[in-house]
């Protein structure tokens, strides 16, 4: 189930960093998450320069590029995994785009099973064991 869009302004990153920004966020994922690797999806949304603008000035004008990144995941995952996994990001970001850290954003949005659908199906029905053990989980204290 986890997907993640990378927002990029076209040019400003070589295919290489992309390839290796997709594959080493998908590994990301399944290691914070504990998700098997073929369920992950990673995306790079590129944008044109002069169709974003980052402290009100825009790029192709001279701003630089801002990387900005949606992590898509189950509700129910634990705080301190969305956490992790916002920082991983961020950290992918900076180290292999060369982004300056303080211009990265990112969000982490819980999608209620209900509303996501795997091959035709609700998550909560076709995950409905792992949904439960992970809400478990979540309210287990440490």
């Known amino acids: ?3 993640a869009h990378f927002h990029l302004v076209d040019g400003a990153y070589t295919p290489e960093q992309h390839r290796e ?5 998908s590994r990301c994922y399944s290691e914070v998450l504990g998700s098997p690797l073929e369920r992950i999806r990673a995306f790079i949304v590129r944008y044109h320069p002069d169709d974003v603008a980052v402290a009100g000035t825009v790029v192709g004008a001279g701003a630089p590029p801002a990387p900005y990144f949606t992590a898509i995941v189950l509700a129910g995952r634990p705080a301190t995994q969305r956490q992790e996994l916002a920082a991983r990001f961020t950290d992918l970001i900076v180290d292999l785009l060369g982004a300056q850290r303080s211009l990265v954003r990112g969000q982490i ?3 209620d099973p209900a509303n996501w659908a795997i091959a035709g199906t609700a ?15 979540a309210k287990t204290p440490s």
């Open 1 to 3: 189930m986890p997907v």
């Open 21 to 25: 920004l997709l594959t080493a966020a």
């Open 109 to 111: 949005v819980e999608v």
């Open 123 to 137: 998550a909560a029905t076709t995950r409905a064991s792992e949904i439960a053990g992970r809400a478990g989980a």
